[in-house]
């Protein structure tokens, strides 16, 4: 039984024996001791007042009494007005300091619920970005935290691969693209694509701009540019499947998909399948059709249907146009019921920035009109917007930092850094290369992931490298610290977690890092519960900062004696493990040399 289950059942027991039995007798809610305050478990008393009928101070130590007597785990107690905090004897800690050497003991047992995590879901018209990479990192570790917590997991793109925004490049590329390639300009195919987007708003700017000058309002202007009606006709021309349009499209869109491909190598994601919205909108159409002749939509004069939303405090959503053709949230809906109906699922999350959360909102609410009582179990997990200190992005405008690049970047931040400080000695260029690409990834991933996702954050890569602040070098220079040490106590025949190595009492560090070491199952179940990769990485922080103290504070190899030795390796080594699984979780690389 857990120290959790043991606390609250005996918590139980002496409230009864304290106020006799109650069918009321409110749940013990139990959580770590803050580190500002002695304890390593406490109870909230303040509701057991009514039951208790004396103050907290009072009532706090009445059930601090009861559950020293009745606990042999607990050593003593301490009382912060409606907090009891209770220490645990240093038996108990030993006892069970060897679950950390068994690797998953911190994994959650299995589940029979099935989850489908979405994320990176790009546009075929652009290549990834810094916005993109925030998505793609959130969604991966978000998706390995809950198969940490034992969930089946399924992570999935779904690629935006046609629509308005694709004509766009396409038509560009027609007019002024000389029938270059990907391979005639040595460039990736995605930002070839991406140049074409922007040279289509560049070239629609000036049509609008000659139409405002001719007294057009600047709407009308650009609806009417014809420019913009030649795009709306290629799509036209797509959807009835003009075999030219769907060539031009298919080699377009090969040379993007070739380009992303490089691009998730170098981030390190991965996906266990690809949905394409060219393979699904169909289906949208379909439903929304169905739905309409049904009557939960309407049509409007000009032939669009519609959904009224306003009794949900929406407005009314667009879901086919005038001309037939689809909007995002057809293709959504399409996407949506193929999910659930072919892939048996119990919740889908749509990993997607706070800019879209009207239009998610909107989604549950139409799928939920249409009869899908799953609708309830999508779930958009909202992030906040990355900038950079140069301010916002934007794609049309050509204004957006390029994924590639900012990856370059890092990782040759990390090569000056890593050189200037020395900590190349004794490596091959190969591997001095790998490092510094580790450390540079490492340093990005982690000053992304550290972020609560709901939160807007400013990346600034000159502070994510940086070797003694809260970044991902300097936890994984900890890793590698620890990793020497192993080495040297390997060298000479010390093994961790030999049985003659456990000891009798602890010294407070020991204990400290004891207890931040077992804090590590409840953080990945809470990091599941409310899928914050920024949980886990602040968790592993503290534990490479508790572990530095440790370090510095307590010899290792230099110890009294062998017992000792033996005893602050197993703790290395756990401390080790644990740093490892954790920044795993993050998809962060950690090297055993620095």
């Known amino acids: 039984m857990s120290i959790e289950s043991i606390l609250e059942t005996k918590g139980r027991e002496a409230l009864v024996n304290l106020f006799g039995e109650s069918d009321t007798l409110p749940g013990i809610q139990l959580q770590h001791t803050r580190r500002e305050f002695e304890g390593d478990w406490t109870i909230v008393v303040f509701p057991f007042l009514k039951l208790s009928g004396k103050g907290p101070e009072e009532t706090a130590r009445m059930l601090g009494d009861q559950l020293v007597e009745m606990t042999n785990e607990i050593a003593s107690y301490n009382v912060v007005k409606g907090f009891l905090n209770l220490s645990l004897k240093d038996e108990f ?5 060897g679950h950390l050497a068994n690797a998953d003991w911190w994994r959650g047992t299995k589940k029979s619920k099935s989850v489908m995590v979405e994320y990176s879901s790009p546009n075929t018209n652009k290549p990834l970005h810094l916005g993109h990479i925030r998505n793609n990192l959130l969604g991966w570790s978000v998706a390995e935290i809950l198969k940490a917590n034992g969930y089946d997991v399924k992570k999935v793109n779904l690629v935006n691969d046609r629509g308005i925004h694709i004509c766009k490049s396409m038509l560009a590329w027609q007019r002024w693209g000389n029938n270059e390639t990907p391979d005639s300009v040595n460039l990736k195919g995605d930002k070839l694509v991406g140049n074409y987007y922007v040279r289509f708003d560049q070239e629609l700017k000036k049509e609008v701009a000659d139409r405002i000058a001719r007294g057009i309002e600047e709407k009308e202007a650009e609806q009417e540019a014809p420019l913009m009606q030649e795009a709306r006709e290629m799509l036209r021309k797509w959807e009835a499947g003009d075999e030219e349009v769907r060539k031009l499209w298919a080699t377009m869109n090969q040379w993007v998909y070739d380009g992303f491909e490089i691009t998730y190598q170098k981030m390190g994601v991965d996906f266990d399948d690809t949905y394409y919205e060219s393979n699904t909108y169909l289906l949208g159409k379909q439903k929304v059709e169905e739905a309409l002749k049904r009557g939960e939509l309407y049509q409007k004069e000009d032939g669009s249907v519609w959904v009224d939303l306003e ?24 996407t949506a019921i193929q999910r659930f109906e072919s892939g048996h699922l119990d919740q889908h999350i749509y990993v997607v920035g706070n800019e879209q959360d009207y239009h998610f909102k909107a989604l549950s609410l139409i799928l939920k009109k249409m009869g899908y009582a799953w609708a309830e179990n999508l779930y958009h997990l909202s992030y906040g917007m990355v900038d950079l200190p140069s301010g916002k992005m934007k794609s049309r405008e050509g204004t957006v930092v390029d ?6 970047e890092v990782v040759d931040t990390a090569r000056q850094k890593t050189m200037e400080l020395g900590k190349v000695e004794g490596l091959e260029d190969d591997e001095a290369d790998q490092l510094f690409y580790r450390i540079g990834m490492g340093a990005l991933k982690y000053f992304i992931l550290k972020v609560d996702p709901k939160k807007k954050m400013l990346f600034n890569p000159e502070e994510s490298i940086d070797f003694n602040g809260h970044t991902g070098p300097f936890i994984q220079y900890t890793h590698a610290r620890i990793a ?31 207890k931040i070491l077992f804090q590590f199952r409840d953080i990945v179940h809470e990091a599941g519960k409310l899928l914050s990769p920024a949980m886990v990485a602040n968790y592993v922080y503290d534990l490479a900062k508790e572990f530095n103290q440790f370090y510095h504070e307590c010899p290792i190899l230099k110890a009294e004696d062998r017992q000792q030795v033996l005893w602050r390796l197993s703790l290395a080594d756990a401390v080790r493990n644990t740093i490892n699984d954790g920044m795993h979780l993050l998809g962060i690389e950690v090297p055993d040399r620095m």
């Open 484 to 514: 020497s040490v192993l080495r040297k106590g390997n060298e000479e025949g010390l093994k961790p977690w030999d049985a003659s190595g456990l000891p009798s009492a602890l010294e407070e560090r020991e204990r400290s890092l004891l």
């Open 311 to 334: 009794a949900d405090g929406l407005d009314q959503k667009l879901l086919l146009r005038s001309d037939g053709t689809s909007v995002y949230m057809t293709q959504d809906i399409g």
């Open 403 to 408: 994924a590639d690049d900012l990856i370059a």
């Open 93 to 97: 800690w030993i006892n069970e300091a």
